[in-house]
């Protein structure tokens, strides 16, 4: 016996509406995770780089200025009323320290981590988290701050290379209850109306914050640095050992203007 066409539940102009606009939602989820863990690659990438930089070239840098800062200040003890030697001294100086204090802020523990190589495993949990928690599919203002501080531990957990602390992170919001939608397909419409916007606005945010970190100069010695890599070179090393020449012939100079100064007493 067929059913009366009558008993068919008709969806209603809401309803339809809000079936297109989750579906729409479903596909800017998947574009902000990947956009998400794109941006958050390459800021680790680039801090990974940092560190290693100052671990390998920057320390050398440091001895080089501090030598060149000793010279300058020799040679402006020679001659107390020239200005320029002794504004020359004073610049090498504030170079020296700065170079120190670069390499300072970097521990022991941070020198000797690996270089920032994500499994694809730890890329889908990030993908899988961001997708559920990203602070921008919020319906209001105060879960979206509960899922900032969230993002915050993600973001940190992911740098770290903690799979079993992302897999906590997911399975801890999974059942909480900020992860359960509201009620009434016309709040939900809303909702994801000002959801879609939100998410559309971060992921331009993202692309503008790329744009910008692919500017900078450690973006740039990146891509230098990877393609030495390619080409079985380590530019890092041999940033390093151009210096090592130079930090050579800063001591000879050094060393010479030192002996001078003895002889001539």
């Known amino acids: 016996m067929k059913k009366s066409h009558s ?32 941006l958050t690659t390459l800021q680790v990438g680039l801090e990974d780089l940092r560190r290693r930089y100052l671990r390998i070239v920057g320390v050398k840098l440091a001895r080089l200025d501090d030598i060149e800062a000793q010279i300058a200040e020799i040679l402006a003890s020679l001659e107390p009323e020239n200005e320029k030697t002794q504004k020359k001294a004073k610049q090498n100086r504030t170079q020296a320290q700065e170079s120190a204090e670069a390499t300072g802020s970097i521990t022991e523990e941070e020198y000797e981590k690996e270089p920032f190589k994500p499994s694809d495993n730890l890329k889908q949990l990030y993908r899988d988290l961001a997708k559920k928690i990203h602070p921008d599919l919020a319906p209001d203002k105060n879960a979206r701050e509960r899922r900032h501080s969230y993002m915050q531990e993600v973001n940190k957990a992911y740098s770290e290379r903690n799979e079993e602390r992302l897999r906590s992170l997911l399975n801890e919001w999974e059942n909480s209850p900020d992860s359960v939608s509201g009620e009434g397909p016309g709040a939900e419409l809303i909702r994801i109306i000002r959801q879609i916007a939100l998410v559309n606005n971060r992921i331009k945010a993202i692309s503008k914050e790329m744009k910008n970190l692919k500017k900078s100069e450690l973006y740039i ?45």
Do not use: Y
């Not at 640095?225 to 090393?237: H, M, P, Y």
């Not at 041999?238 to 001539?264: C, F, H, P, W, Y």
């Open 7 to 38: 008993l068919i539940k008709q969806m209603t102009p809401e309803e339809i509406e809000l079936k297109k606009k989750r579906a729409e939602l479903s596909i800017l989820e998947d574009k902000l995770a990947l956009k998400e863990l794109d």
């Open 221 to 265: 010695l990146k891509m230098k640095v990877d393609k030495f890599q390619g080409e079985g070179r380590n530019l890092l090393s041999e940033m390093a050992t151009e210096v090592d020449g130079k930090i050579e012939d800063a001591n000879t100079r050094l060393k010479n203007i030192k002996q001078r100064i003895k002889k001539s007493e």
